[in-house]
């Protein structure tokens, strides 16, 4: 019998060197509506989606290269294309253990860099 055995989260795609320990991504989509009367009474009528985005949260241990920027590579394999920005990336070094670090930002699957 064969067993495989992953270490990791393995949506990342970076993970050579490093260890995924938490990944969360929220697709998430704004919704807009129009309100009129129907019957005497103040309803929505029309509703329309806009502004979709991923918000994504990372944390790990191990190697890495990240920075927070503009137009960044998230390392998701579940986020492509659009823009993507890491607000947020924090690295800690300790004496005797793997390096932690997390980051977290948006992916704007329809917007483009300036």
Same mark, same amino acid.
Request: glycine share 10%; proline share 1%; hydrophobic share 30%.
């Given at each position: 019998?064969?067993?495989?055995? &992953?270490?990791? @989260? $393995?949506?990342?795609? =970076?993970?050579?060197? /490093?260890?995924?320990?938490?990944? !969360?991504?929220?697709?998430?989509?704004?919704?807009?509506?129009?309100?009129?009367?129907?019957?005497?009474?103040?309803?929505?009528?029309?509703?329309?989606?806009?502004?979709?985005?991923? &918000?994504?949260? @990372? $944390?790990?241990?191990? =190697?890495?290269?990240? /920075?927070?920027?503009?137009?960044? !590579?998230?390392?998701?394999?579940?986020?492509?294309?659009?823009?993507?920005?890491?607000?947020?990336?924090?690295?800690?070094?300790?004496?005797?253990?793997?390096?932690?670090?997390?980051?977290?930002?948006?992916?704007?699957?329809?917007?483009?860099?300036?």
């Amino acid at each position: 019998m064969i067993t495989t055995l &992953e270490h990791g @989260v $393995t949506v990342h795609s =970076d993970a050579e060197g /490093s260890i995924i320990q938490n990944l !969360d991504v929220d697709h998430k989509v704004d919704e807009s509506t129009l309100e009129g009367m129907v019957d005497g009474r103040t309803q929505v009528v029309r509703a329309w989606q806009y502004k979709e985005r991923y &918000e994504f949260s @990372v $944390t790990g241990s191990g =190697d890495v290269t990240m /920075s927070a920027s503009e137009d960044a !590579d998230a390392q998701i394999t579940l986020i492509s294309g659009g823009l993507t920005d890491i607000n947020s990336f924090k690295y800690s070094q300790k004496l005797g253990a793997a390096s932690e670090w997390t980051y977290s930002g948006n992916n704007w699957p329809h917007g483009t860099a300036n």
